[in-house]
């Protein structure tokens, strides 16, 4: 994969420029691939923390974006994660990937700063 996403045009007379490469092995594990994309992605959003939605505090979204960041961060190492869990220890960390993800749909229009 290789993304190329230039800056927003500072008048409507230009068009971004947008460029974007997907090879077949993207798709083989395309939880992984977006995982990678989105944790750094949420990380920069918590870093620069210009607003939050309305509804919440600025400290619940802090751990609601806590929450995604583990939660993508734990995709992108699961299989080995997994090695050496028993069951309960899967069924917790299954139910918490959940959560994570729940929010991250609950909240992707809210992902903007």
Do not use: C
């Not at 008048?11 to 460029?19: A, F, L, V, W």
């Not at 993508?72 to 028993?86: A, Y």
């Amino acid at each position: 994969m290789k993304i190329y996403l230039g800056r927003y045009p500072l008048n409507d007379e230009t068009e971004r420029k947008i460029r974007i490469r997907i090879d077949k092995w993207d798709v083989w594990n395309m939880d992984h691939t977006l995982s990678m994309l989105i944790v750094p992605l949420l990380k920069e959003l918590k870093r620069q923390h210009h607003g939050y939605p309305m509804g919440l505090t600025p400290k619940k979204w802090d751990l609601i974006l806590d929450d995604m960041v583990w939660t993508f961060e734990n995709i992108i190492d699961e299989d080995e994660l997994n090695i050496g869990m028993n069951k309960e220890e899967r069924i917790n960390f299954d139910k918490r990937i959940k959560k994570g993800l729940n929010l991250f749909a609950k909240h992707f229009r809210d992902l903007w700063d």
